[in-house]
C-alpha cells in the first residue's frame, strides 16, 4: 500500500509540475504524462498498464483505506505546533505544491528561476506576548520537482481547512494528493471538512464533471463523496487555543463539546450546527445572528466571536471559506482570522494567497504567495486543452 | 481571422442566455408581463439554428455544457436586465405621456443573436419606427437565415420577409465590419431606412471592447454629430468589461489572447467607471449627463429584494466574494 501511495504522490507531482516525460522515463516505471493532454491516461481501458496509476481500482482502494483512519479522528481533531495553516484550495494542484514548497521552506530547492531577493518580512508585537509576522508576496514560479514531503512534513504539520475540490481543473489530484499525504503520514496532517465537500455543491461546482470528463463514468466521484462524509469538522492546536474551521460559529453552538457529538459521517444538512461549521461568516457589520447571503450558514458578528471565545478559551478562531484578495482578514481585534490559499482564484480574480504558520510559542507568520504562471517556460500550459473558455461575459 | 474571432463571442454571449432561459433566471418577470414569448422566441431560434450552421450550433452547445457555473447564469441575467431596465425606464417610459407620442429607432451595433427587436416591437409597438441590427455579413447572414426559416413556421411571432428584415421594413438586418469607415457605415444606416432625424438609441453590448482606441473614438464621434446635426436626440447604452485598478484587467486580457486570441484593446485604457465614461463624454455635448454604472452596483441596488431573492434561488450560489469580483468589472453606461 505504502508503495503504491508513493507511485501516485510522484505521479500526481509529476502531472503538476509539467514535467516533460522524456525528462522522467529513466528513473520511472511508469510514464507520466502531463495532465493537461492526456486526460484519456485516467480511463481504465487504456491499454497502457504504466499509465494506470489512477485507475478507478487503486482510487477505490485509497478512499477505502483513508475512510478507515478518518473514522478514528474525532469531530474536532488535534494537531500540536509548529503547524501551517491553510484555506480553500479549490482544484488548483498547480498552487498546492507551491503552498508545500513555501510553506515548508524548502522552497529554494523546489524552484527554478527563483527570486534571488529574500522576501521582505513586517513583524509587529500582539498584546498577548506573540508575534504576526507578514511577508511580502512571493513571486511564485512553477516548480520542476516533486517537493521533498518527507521533508516538508518534517519541519511543519499542515490543517487544511476544506474546499479541496472544485473550480479548479484538478479538483482530483488535489484531493487524492491530500488523502495520500494523510495515509503516509497520518499524525502530521489534519484535513477539515468544507462546504464543497458534498455531493450535492460537487455537482454543481466542477468535480462531478471533472470526474465524467476524465473516467467516463462518475465511479471516482462517488468513491471521494464518501470519503468527504468521513473528514472532521474542526481542529484544535496544542492546548485548544485555536480552533481552526472551514466556515464558522452557530448558533447551535455555544460550546465546543455540542461540536463534539454530531452524528458527522453523512452529507452535509441545509441547516443545523453542522451545516453552519461549514457555511457561516464573520461580518464586521451585524451585531447578532443574521441571515446569510449564500443561502445556508448565517453572519455572525464580534458579540458572537467574543462570547464563543470566552466560553471556550480560544485565543484565535482560524477559517478559511472566504475569498480575501490579500490573501488573509484578521478581525474582531485579531479574535479571527481569514485565510485563503487558493492565488488569483479561478484562474481570473487576481487575488494572492497565504497561509499561516503558528510556531512553537505560538507566534503568527502569514507567508503570502501568487499563482504560478498560467504558461511554464516550455509553453504548458495548467488550462486543459478542452476547456474551450475562460469564464467571462463576451 | 481577427473577425471570426470576435463573431465567436457571440456563441458565448448565446449560450449563456439559453442557459439563463433553462434556469428560469430569464426573462425577469417585469419583461415576462409584456412579452409572454421571451422563452419560446429565443429556444425556437437556438433550434432552429442547426439547419442553418451546424458548426455554430455545436460550438455554443459545447459552450453551454462548460460554461454553467452560477456566477455566470447571475452575470448573464444581469447583463440582460440591466440592459432592458434602462431603455424601458429610462429612455423609453411607456407611461411618460409626453414621451407617448415620441417615435423612435433603435441600432444594435455588433447585435449578435440577440433577438431583442421582437421584444421591443411587441412592447413599443407602433412608437419603434425602426430597428436596425448590424453586424459582421457572416453573422447577419446566419440570423436572417435563421430567422427568415422561423418565419415560415410561426409568421404570427415574427412576421418577417425573406431576408429575415420585417415585411413593413420596419426591421433591418444590416451586414457591416465596424472597423471600416464610420463614413461607410452612416451611408448604409441611410440606405437601410435610418431616419437622422429621428429619436435614436445606439446599442453597443459588449461591441466596443473589441474595436481598437482610435477606431472607436471615430465610430462614436461621427454617430454622435450626425444624429445631433439634426436634433439633439441621441442616446446611447453600452455594456462592456473594464480592466479595474488591480489585477483583473490584466489577467482577463492574457487569459482571452492566450485562449482564443481574442484581444481587447481598450479594456486596460477605459479600466475604470469614470475613464470609461469620460470616452463618451469627450465627445458628445457637455449639457447631457451621463450615467454609469458597474454590474454589482446594478446588483446591489437596483434589483428589487424581491427579484433578487428569486434569482438567488435560481440556483445555489457558493461564493459572494468572487460574485462581487467579477461584477464590479463589467459597466453599464447610458445616455
Redesign the interface.
Known sequence: MTDKIDKIIEYICLSGTNSTAQEYTNSQTYSPSILTSCESSYNTTNTNPNNNILSEENIYEICQYIQDLLIQEPNIAHIDTPVTICGDIHGQLHDLLNLFSISSGTNNSAFDDQDETNPVTVTTNNSNGTTTTTTTPINSTRTTSIPNFSQSLLNTRYIFLGDFV?RGFYSLETFLLLICLKIRYPDRIILVRG??ETR??TK???FYDECIRKYGNCNVWRYCCEVFDYLPLGCSINDGTIFCLHGGLSPDVKNLNEIRCIDRKQEVPHMGAMCDLLWSDPDELVNSWSVS????GYLFGKNEVDEFRYLNNIDLIARAH????EGYKEMFNKGLVTVWSAP???????NVASVLTIDNNMNKTYKIFDAVP??DNRGN?I?PNK???????? | MEQLVIQETDYDAISSKIACINKKYLPDPQIFSVYPNYELLYNSYFNELPKVTRRSYNKIKKLMSSNNYPIMNIGTYLRTVSIDHVLSLYLLPNSDNAEKNNHFQIINLGCGTDLRYFQYNHIYEERLERYIDVDFPMAIETKGRVLSNLNKKNPSLFDLNDNGGSTDGKYQLMSFNLNRNTDELIKQLELVGCDFSLKTIIITECCLCYIEDAKSIELISKLNSVFNAKTNNLHWVSYDPIGGTDKFGQIMTDNLLFQRNLKLPTLLTYNTKEKYSKRFSSIINSDISIKIEDMWEIFQTKIPLKEKTRVQKCEFLDELEELKIILSHYVILYF
Do not use: E, T, W
Not at chain 1, 472566504?322 to 484578495?325: K, N
Not at chain 1, 476547456?387 to 463576451?394: A, I, N
Open positions: 472544485d462546504n464543497h450535492q455543491i454543481v461546482y466542477g447571503p449564500r443561502g445556508a472566504q475569498l480575501v484578495m488569483n482564484y479561478c484562474y481570473r480574480c487576481g498560467i504558461k500550459s488550462i476547456k474551450p473558455s475562460m469564464d467571462y461575459f463576451l
